[in-house]
């Protein structure tokens, strides 16, 4: 970041020319100091042009006014340090603003031929060397002038010794890559050994001074050297880098970024056996990061998870087995998981219950016959919230909860991290399948089972019954209907805990059973020899599957059954992580109008939609 340190007074009463003179013999600024601070931001800006211009205006002079606005426009662009946007489309001169309707200010597409032979002319005339790196700099990224691109990097070179005299090190670590970068582009060995050599100078005052900070974008601008393996013996720069690795002390962001680098190294200088030791740095700086935050679970947590996932990306390359070493983490992070789970807190908040609309929903059903009722329901399935309209709701709650929205989420489950959720995207899904969820349940607690209660109550609802409706389903095979009429026995029985353990298996096999009939595999690839079925979730993941069941169905049924960031209900339940708790009523219930759901539908005789729901002449007889 940069600002301009303009004192007024030096122009109080000067002519147009008097003021650009004072510029062109840099009078005009001062390095600025920030209290407290080690270190002092500087940057050559527009301001003092501005009131050139003002001044050449009042004089009538348009020529000077003119070439006043091209300075402006120049002096207004961001130079991006080559080393911080290396992994990107590098523009040296940059927008200082960009606007939400995509235009943006200084615009380098309005730069006229005429304002860039100026800045040429510029760069060849003035002595002022923050002046002329400015223009020649930007002569040679546009005009290609190679006179300019060498006039740009001695200049650079020749104003590192005053920037390190102010503390000024962002412009060393600005000034100094970009003169490696441009040598390189102009393939000149001189100019690039020149620029190596300041490199290695800077590189041992820090090093010297204990100024280990300043190390990382030079390290970082030798790397994007590709023939950096000319100019540097390799001892001279890994030591430099084992230096800024230690010198990081318990700032393992920059830590872990420099042993990456360091990596980059050995592998451009092909010190293979090094590299094993290296990765495993990473694994321990984040474990190391862990122990030191052990009276805060919630960000031990973090790092070790950071660090198990390392081991395992490593493990049995190198030579190196982790596996001991996994299992010791894994056993301590879940203990951290418990701990963070101990420092949280359940926030409730009272809700207003929607008796009349219960009351009115309920009342649909009374002059329906059982079949009728059961149809409705499954038809309508009110508990469904498509994607599309969960994602809605979603954008609409994040938009007034800003932070929120801008923030990494850690998902935690069964004392497992079981997800990182990014801002963007994945932030509005997981916030999506949360209202899924949320629509879901309280629709079965606040409108389906008083349903349900008045076919008990009023109708006289019987397993049998409705074991009776699910028989007439073409996506239900025979073979399952007396497994299933145990578990909806169980569940009339209120015994919800037989109930769900036997019918969540009951829903997957139905699933496995219609993607058969689809003429697709229900395996997977063989692997080590042996023919596995496919998992749950990768049975809802098929194209052909959604598209028979319909895609909103599908990633229902992923949501409430499968999905790790959802209720995960299968796995919870296959994996006994469920706790007795969450075999209630509700859950049940949910099970139950899946099945339902499967009630009604048949396979079709059209091609084009082999599954469809039964005519509409039999759901509406009664209706």
Known sequence: MGCDVVNDEIFKGLTGQQIFDKIEAGETGSFQEIPGDLVVFREFGSEPFRTALEAFKSEGNSEKVKEMEYEIVLFDFTMKNPVRYSGEKFDRFSPKFVYTNGQCYPDIEKVSEEAKQYYKMRGQQTQNLELKVRYCDFTWEYLKAHEHARMAVESYLLLLDSYYENKYYFGISNYLPRSLQIAAQLDDESLIRKCVDAHLKYLEIYTDNKQYRWLHELLESILMLKRCKEFIDFESIDSFFQIAIEGCGYDVINKVELIKNRIQLLKIYGKKDLIGKAQEDIAIAYEVEADRYKTNPLIASDYLDKSIKHYDKINGQYGADYTTKLDSLKIKIKQVNRDVKSHMQTISAEAKIPVEQIEEY??????????????????????????????????????????????????????????????????????????????????????????????????????????????????????????????????????????????????????????????????????????????????????????????????????????????????????????????????????????????????????????????????????
């Open 362 to 623: 309920v009342t649909c059903f009374r002059p329906l016959s059982i079949e009728n009722c059961l149809i409705l329901i499954a038809s309508e399935f009110p508990i469904m919230l498509s994607l599309n309209q969960a994602i809605e709701i979603a954008k609409d709650s994040l938009q007034d909860t800003p932070l929120l929205a801008s923030i990494t989420e850690t998902v935690m489950s069964d004392d497992n991290i079981s997800g990182e959720i990014e801002a963007g995207e994945q932030k509005i899904e997981k916030f999506a399948k949360q209202i899924i969820i949320n629509n879901c349940f309280s629709t079965i607690q606040l409108f389906i089972c008083p349903v349900f209660d008045l076919l008990l109550r009023e109708k006289d609802l019987t397993p049998k019954e409705l074991l009776g409706f699910l028989s007439n389903s073409h996506l239900i095979e025979k073979e399952r209907l007396p497994i299933i009429k145990v578990g909806i026995e169980r569940f009339f029985s209120s015994d919800y805990l037989s109930s769900i353990h036997i019918l969540v298996f009951q829903i997957e096999g139905i699933l496995r059973d219609v993607l058969d009939k689809l003429g697709r595999p229900t395996t997977r690839s063989p692997k080590r020899g042996s023919t596995q079925e496919k998992l749950l979730d990768e049975i809802l993941r098929d194209e052909k599957l959604k598209k028979n069941l319909k895609e909103d169905f599908c990633y229902f049924l992923q949501v409430v059954l499968s999905d790790p960031l959802g209720v995960n209900l299968r796995n919870r339940v296959g994996h006994a992580l469920a706790k007795f708790g969450e075999f209630d009523r509700a859950t049940g219930m949910l099970l139950l109008l899946i099945l339902m759901k499967f009630g009604i539908l048949i396979y079709s005789k059209t091609e084009k939609v082999p599954i469809d729901e039964q005519p509409d002449s039999k759901k509406n007889e009664d209706t």
